[in-house]
């Protein structure tokens, strides 16, 4: 069965990152044999004086293929986890999502994306939580979590909205690549500029210093720019700079 994890709000300054401990959560799914995972998506959320976060205010939300069998397993040893790994200080929450059991999923996904853009409260994700029949719980402080933990959920679902944890591997001594090296060297499902034009696999792409894959159409793409100084027998695209990509 396909399920949605995500955590919010699991960190301080000085503590590991709430993208460590879904990883760390991950890792575990697996060495369990409970199911395999499915990368993580980082979250942006509305950025707001009266929203509190450590800093930027995003939650982290992975997919995973598990027997229905384990859900319960899953469930308490990622409540377990939570509780005893968050940092102090820390207002942790977790959402839990079957995709293929919500009545409306259209529900979920228009309260992350609200949660993008305007302040929302605890009630109002409990509230939602509580009629769709999902998983929702915090794990200490405020439980200011649970808000972005719900919002990551209907983000992922969504389908298009999100940035892939880690960089993306892609190793040339010139830095120029083909579309199909790329898919052969990483997990890319597709290479495609900001206006949508999908790159051939022939075609060059000059690799930058930090590579990621964003979340668009449940996808994991890999987004180019035209190059700002395209030559003949030179690359015509390359990657997007870690600021073009906070747009997702």
């Given at each position: 069965?396909?399920?949605?994890?995500?955590?919010?709000?699991?960190?301080?300054?000085?503590?590991?990152?709430?993208?460590?401990?879904?990883a760390a959560i991950m890792e575990t799914v697996e060495e369990r044999n409970w199911g395999r995972c499915f990368?993580?998506?980082?979250?942006?959320?509305?950025?707001?004086?009266?929203?509190?976060?450590?800093?930027?205010?995003?939650?982290?939300?992975?997919e995973a293929d598990i027997d229905k069998m384990f859900l319960s397993d899953l469930t308490a040893y990622i409540v377990d986890y939570l509780t005893t790994e968050s940092a102090?200080?820390?207002d942790p929450g977790l959402c839990i999502?079957?995709?293929?059991?919500?009545?409306?999923?259209?529900?979920?996904?228009?309260?992350?994306l609200e949660a993008k853009k305007k302040v929302l409260k605890k009630e109002d994700a409990?509230?939602?939580?509580?009629?769709?029949g999902i998983y929702l719980t915090e794990h200490g402080g405020t439980g200011q979590g649970?808000?972005?933990?719900?919002?990551?959920?209907?983000?992922?679902?969504?389908?298009?909205?999100?940035?892939?944890?880690?960089?993306?591997?892609i190793e040339s001594q010139t830095n120029l690549v083909s579309v199909r090296e790329i898919?052969?060297?990483?997990?890319?499902?597709l290479v495609r500029s900001f206006e949508g034009y999908e790159l051939a696999p022939d075609e060059l792409v000059r690799i930058g210093e930090k590579v990621k894959a964003v979340l668009l159409k449940g996808e994991k793409v890999l987004l180019v720019n035209s190059a700002s100084d395209a030559e003949p027998g030179k690359a015509p695209w390359e990657t997007c700079t870690k600021e073009q990509l906070k747009a997702f």
């Open positions: 069965m396909k399920v949605l994890v995500c955590i919010d709000d699991t960190d301080n300054l000085f503590s590991r990152g709430t993208g460590k401990l879904a990368g993580i998506t980082r979250h942006q959320l509305f950025v707001h004086p009266d929203v509190p976060y450590t800093s930027h205010n995003s939650s982290m939300c992975f102090e200080g820390s999502v079957l995709p293929d059991q919500l009545g409306d999923p259209d529900l979920l996904i228009r309260f992350g409990y509230r939602l939580a509580d009629q769709m649970v808000i972005g933990a719900l919002a990551g959920t209907g983000l992922r679902l969504s389908g298009n909205d999100g940035r892939f944890r880690g960089k993306l591997i898919k052969s060297l990483t997990v890319i499902d």
